[in-house]
């Protein structure tokens, strides 16, 4: 729950619980911006110690664009223990397919892997790496970043060589200079 997500967040960010009401506004969003995932508002917290409310801000921003490394270790562990199709099919999702319908995600992933979609979607379900709400698709936005990173780091100077991507930058580069790899 919120109020228990929030007391975890401010006990390992503050190492109390009265702080400056000045915080709530950016504890409030950290505590959504994690989902209430315990070990990721231990780890923000933990690293946001000491830190003023404009450090706050500015890492809250830095973390939708990019995680922190431990976040994304931690989460990264999941990941791994995927098969390679499964790998795939989580990273498909998390580049583009959150939010879609499940028939539609599994329809279009059949074309590109094979016909085991169920079993896939099943795994991922079950690493709580996705969540299937009224047939759609669903993955928090900390997994989302994850996933996307993980791509990112795959060849992180040169963007043509990955599979997907997602930052302007990225793909105003591969399509201006053709560094497009296969």
């Known amino acids: 729950n919120q109020s ?10 503050f190492k109390r619980e009265k702080i400056d ?20 508002l231990e780890i923000i917290g933990s690293n ?5 409310v404009a450090g706050w801000e500015s890492a809250v921003e830095h973390y939708k664009r990019i995680p922190n490394d431990e976040i994304l270790e931690i989460l990264k562990v999941s ?16 580049f583009c397919l959150k939010g879609c319908k499940l028939t539609e995600v599994e329809h279009m992933l ?12 099943d795994v991922l379900v079950d690493k709580s790496l996705i969540k299937v709400k009224h047939g759609i698709v669903e993955m928090h936005d900390l997994i989302q970043v994850v996933g996307r990173e993980i791509e990112r780091q795959r060849s992180p100077e040169e963007p043509g060589k990955r599979k997907r991507l997602w930052l302007p930058k990225d793909i105003i580069h591969v399509l201006k200079d053709n560094t497009v790899s296969e």
């Open 79 to 94: 990941f791994d223990a995927l098969g390679e199709e499964q790998k795939n099919v989580f990273l498909d999702i998390a």
């Open 21 to 40: 009401p000045s915080y709530e506004d950016v504890l409030n969003r950290v505590v959504t911006y994690a989902s209430g995932l315990p070990l990721a």
């Open 110 to 121: 059949c074309s590109l892997y094979d016909n085991c979609m169920k079993h896939h979607i």
């Open 48 to 52: 946001m110690f000491g830190k003023s």
């Open 4 to 13: 228990a997500a929030l007391q975890l967040l401010t006990w390992n960010a």
